[in-house]
């Protein structure tokens, strides 16, 4: 993964990444965790790394982990 920091000075960039990881879990949001795992599971079958009836599965496992981790879905508006 990489995480584009938005600078070229080398301090200011160490300090934006210690931001990013102070994030709490709870910050995350699925949606965008559940597209990036729709992304990355499509990925990993259009280059056969998984197949297209193990797929589903992947994502149920990858979407399990966030939740253990504490990743929760945003309220409905």
């Known amino acids: 993964m990489t995480v584009v920091l938005g600078t070229k000075d080398r ?3 160490v ?6 990881l102070r994030i ?5 949001s699925t949606d965008t965790l559940e597209n990036e795992i729709d992304r990355f599971v ?4 259009a280059k056969g790394k ?3 009836f193990s ?3 992947k994502k149920r ?3 399990r982990f966030g ?8 309220p409905r508006p």
């Open 11 to 13: 301090d200011d960039g």
């Open 15 to 20: 300090q934006r990444a210690l931001k990013l």
């Open 24 to 28: 709490e879990p709870e910050q995350i």
């Open 42 to 45: 499509a990925d990993k079958v």
């Open 50 to 52: 998984f197949s297209r």
């Open 55 to 57: 797929a589903p599965e």
């Open 61 to 63: 496992t990858l979407l």
């Open 67 to 74: 939740k253990w981790h504490g990743i929760k879905k945003p």
